[in-house]
């Protein structure tokens, strides 16, 4: 791999998940070097949005994409994730008071 190649991440793991890149999102190795095996890669979103993020990513983790990246797609499992922890949010939480509530 190389400087500008796209790149897909295809695994699922929590340190890139925090930063919210997860499974099929696809990127562009963003420096000339690798680092103790891994890549800043950066995670486009389409137009003039806020980039994801750009993080080191292990080589293991990517797959080289020859025919370029679709930014859509990352949007795609950005919103997929999103939707599901507000899910789960909404499902946990609490109302402030519950005194008025009969038992």
Not at 2 to 19: F, G, P, R, S
Not at 54 to 60: A, K, Q, R
Not at 87 to 93: N, Q, R, W
Request: aromatic content about 8%; proline content about 4%; charged content about 35%.
């Amino acid at each position: 791999m190389k400087l500008m190649d796209c790149v897909e991440l295809i695994v699922e793991k929590n340190k890139y998940a925090k930063e919210g890149v997860h499974k099929g999102m696809q990127g562009v190795i963003w420096d000339s070097e690798r680092k103790d095996g891994a890549w800043v890669v950066l995670f486009p979103q389409y137009g003039e949005k806020e980039d994801i993020a750009d993080l080191y990513i292990n080589e293991e983790d990517l797959r080289l994409l020859p025919d370029g990246i679709d930014p859509k797609m990352n949007e795609q499992i950005k919103a997929k994730f999103e939707n599901s922890e507000n899910s789960a949010k909404a499902s946990t939480v609490l109302p402030d008071d519950i005194s008025g509530y009969l038992i």
